[in-house]
């Protein structure tokens, strides 16, 4: 995606994820290439990655897309386009697209969400990403979920090497786990949502049981950062209602009297993400 100064949509073109290194490094290339073809000039480049660069290597760490980890990506790209090309995690930079002109917009402090295959999160300070000193600011993932029941502990093992991680519960496949696990039906998350509406006995109290989980994990969140706005992302964002549900289910566990904090659905969409990898360049900066 190309965004004008404004914020204005210039270009957009999407791909599917290639696996391995290399096919991801010439399929970046070359999307950036064509984007600029699109939008009728270069630009500045940024990019969301599910992990992020060590500080400590300036390799990839704790990428989901496992082949990335280990490869100088930002270097590699930029060799390849010519230019300087800036990454964060793609939670950072969705939490940045809903501060900078989402449903964050005029808060000074914004947590966004990433629920999806995998879970993650963003921060955004004074319209600015807190990436952190290990560049993992916002990884609630992988954390574990907090005041577990007797049945959650010990947890399923998550592919960090840790059990019981919020990720393994809240992600779409930990929905489709704990769903199956309840009710012995292999349904994946799209099903079990037509089930919701439909009102079917099993899917509503795994939809329950999902509620009560991210309302327990995003009130640790809040104990610990006490954002203005809680914004969810990722395809488990879509589930109806998920937001005011949430909301409704924080007060038992957020350290407070009454709970202030605001938990919305995000405004971009699935276009969040790759919004917020181009505000990574402010509009007064050149590349």
Known sequence: MALAADGTELARLRIATPRGYEPTLRALADLVVRVERHAG???????GIPGTISPATGMVKNANSTWLIGHPLDRDLAD???CPVRI???????ALSEASDGAGRGASVVFGVILGTGVG?????????LAGAQLIAG???HNPLPWPTDDERPGLECYCGRRGCIETFLSGPGMERDHLAATGRRWDTHR??????????????????YVDRLARGLASVINVLDPDVVVLGGGMSNLPGLAE??????????FTDVVTTRVVANRHGDSSGVRGAAWLWPAHEER
Do not use: K, S, T
């Not at 964060?88 to 969705?94: E, G, Q, R, T, Y």
């Not at 999160?121 to 990403?129: C, S």
């Not at 079990?192 to 049981?209: K, M, N, P, S």
């Not at 549900?245 to 957020?254: C, E, F, G, N, S």
């Open 192 to 209: 079990i949502v037509d089930a919701i509406g439909r009102g079917d006995e099993g899917a509503l109290e795994a939809y329950q049981r």
């Open 88 to 94: 964060m995690n793609d939670a950072n930079c969705f």
């Open 245 to 254: 549900d949430a909301q409704h289910a924080l007060p038992p566990w957020v």
């Open 80 to 82: 390849r386009l010519g």
């Open 121 to 129: 999160g963003g921060i955004v300070v004074h319209g600015r990403p």
């Open 139 to 141: 990884e609630w993932g």
């Open 41 to 47: 000039g270069a630009g500045p480049v940024g990019i």
